[in-house]
């Protein structure tokens, strides 16, 4: 018996909305590379390593930072409980509980220039971890003498990001793969999520349908500023700035009922 012609098989509807989500200072309250530097004895580092730092190699910079921590015998248990206590944002965990209760409109990533032990470690913590299509972090992992390794994300050639990530890239890569896993259907619009400079440039992919959301009075913010004042005509995004989460959710419940 062959099936009525009028029914077709159910489809998962592909959800319409992207939101890239920064993790330091933005789904969590502060700096986790800072947040981890108090599991050290004496909870800071000393002024020849802090010296050390070179502008524009912060990875090659943490690597440092965790190869003397683990010198100075500061075990992954230590390690994790110091990310585990990191406080969210305000607000934050009512944005992704909102967010979550609308997941068939909105596909959630992670794009940080943290690590991913750190924030796997942090988002398990919170109960949010399944909530991520993607995270795209600095590979981190404990080697067999207990030392947290971190590696760069990938090399670009984009002069305005650190060396080892360049957040547009790692945006626009994406984009073009879900596009072409969607059949060729674009998010209709993208939202990003963050708080500091190098969220500038991924910010530039967004087109005038998409908004930029950065966290208020903090480096992206105060770059935007800028940028709008001199009218650059590269930026093309809504700019909607937020103190809380609970800003974001008001700004996407009325995208929503449009």
């Known amino acids: 018996m062959t099936a009525p012609s009028n029914l077709t098989h159910a489809v998962p509807r592909e959800q319409r909305f992207l939101v890239l989500f920064d993790f330091d200072e933005t ?8 947040a981890v530097v108090r599991a050290l004895p004496g909870q800071r ?13 912060y990875n090659e910079q943490m690597q440092k930072v965790l190869a003397y921590m683990a010198e100075e015998g500061v075990s992954k248990d230590s390690i994790h409980s110091s990310i585990e206590r990191i406080p969210p944002t305000p607000g934050l965990l009512n944005l992704l509980q909102y967010l979550q209760s609308h997941q068939d409109d909105f596909e959630l990533v992670v794009v940080s220039d943290a690590n991913m032990y750190f924030i796997e470690t942090w988002l398990k913590r919170a109960g949010v971890h399944h909530l991520f299509r993607k995270i795209f972090t ?12 971190l590696l760069p994300f990938h090399s670009h050639s ?3 990001c ?23 259907a674009p998010f209709q619009r993208v939202f990003y999520i963050g708080d500091g400079a190098n ?3 991924p910010s530039l992919v967004l087109g005038p349908r998409d908004t ?13 500023q800028g940028m709008q004042q001199s009218q650059e005509a590269m930026f093309k995004a809504n700019v909607v700035p937020w103190a809380s989460g609970e800003d ?3 700004s996407l419940k009325k995208i929503m009922e449009r």
């Open 27 to 34: 789904i969590i309250n502060e700096s986790s590379d800072d």
């Open 45 to 57: 580092l000393p002024d020849w390593l802090k010296n050390s730092y070179r502008e524009g190699h």
């Open 138 to 149: 600095n590979p981190a992992s404990f080697d067999a003498t207990g030392r947290l390794v």
């Open 158 to 160: 984009c002069s305005r």
């Open 162 to 184: 650190p060396d080892n990530m360049c957040k547009q890239v790692i945006l626009r890569e994406y984009l073009a793969a879900r596009q072409k896993e969607r059949g060729g």
């Open 199 to 201: 969220d500038i440039c």
């Open 212 to 224: 930029a959301f950065p966290r208020r009075d903090f480096p992206m913010h105060r770059l935007l």
């Open 248 to 250: 974001i959710v008001d």
